[in-house]
């Protein structure tokens, strides 16, 4: 649940204190590159477990040099490539994972 | 001006059938007594433009809490200078639309402007920029030589083509070899014979050399980086098969965390479908061979 009011630069309401965060919301404060609000957490929570750990190591790892072989750079050739890398490398991985559901 | 780059960007058309709108809500802003309503009924005389405004004013793309019924309203809250930009980014595309698909994938294409559009306004935003619509213009644009090559110089375009799969070379190596110039130069001088504005054009020129753009480092580091987001989220095409070299200073010219990566790509993600729909549904009409 938000907190706080989240306003925009310009002072416009954009979420009211007591609302509670939904998708709708996530993609205003996306919108207007609000990276942090102030909220309290309520009921039960369902954390998304890392795609990563759920893909197969072999996988895993077939997937990784595929995105390797697409980078002129390598992958560690600075922090934000690093970081770039990791984050597409969880959006493949999810993506995989969407494609071929794997078995418990 | 060389003169083959001069014979490639002479007489493309730069407003396609939007350049009666631009030319009259220029007419009302200059009026000292025009109102809000009188960009509006201008905007309203064409109902492709305002469906399209309105779509993107209810849109995640703006993530306005309430309804906007009106151009009217549209414009009070989007700003004038800002609808000003979406519509140059209607027009543009629109000049473009009837590039077949014999070369490229051109909604792929497409769909990597408009990511990395929506990905330099994203940042710019983060950045706290001002008129943040013009980086998503200048995003945009970024590969607008290619759209130039691709409807000019197919030949040379397959040339272009060959040369990258028979060595390992980025895409604007193998235009440089072919041509003697890249996409960028080629965006830079249709859009100087435009008259675009300078941060728009530097923006284009400078995509692949933030650093090397003068006071216009960090318009064109904006773009740079949206355009290495969306290359390595393998968000569309555009034509080029590597996601091309980071530039390392134009992240630290920006100033940004690396945490704020993830939130652009999300909305990236949220706002391509509806810019997709907003800006590629193009009527056939002034479409440029």
Redesign the interface.
Known sequence: MVTVDVRN?DNM???PAGCELSDRH????????I?EIQVEACGDSEDSADPLQQLPPETLEQLTLELQA????PAG?????Q???N??LR?RAKQVLEQQPLRP | MNPALNHLINGIPSLGSYARAIAELQSVLDHPHSTLADLGNVIEKDPDLTARLLKLGNSSFFGFPNRLETVAEAVSVIGIQQVQDLILASSVVEVFAGIGADLADMESFWKHSLACGIGARCLAIACQMPKAEKFFVAGLLHDLGRLVLFSRAPNQVVEIFRLCQSRKMLLREAEVSILGFDHATIGEALMRSWQYPANLVNAVAYHHHPMSAGVYQLESSLVHLADYLVHAMQMGRSGERFVPPLNEKAWERVGLATSILESVIRSIDEQIEIVQEAFLNVPEKAVHR
């Open positions: 630069l309401l954009l979420i996530i993609n205003i404060l996306s919108a207007w590159g990276a697409a980078f002129w750079e050739a600075g922090p934000v490539q970081e770039v890398f984050l597409v959006r």
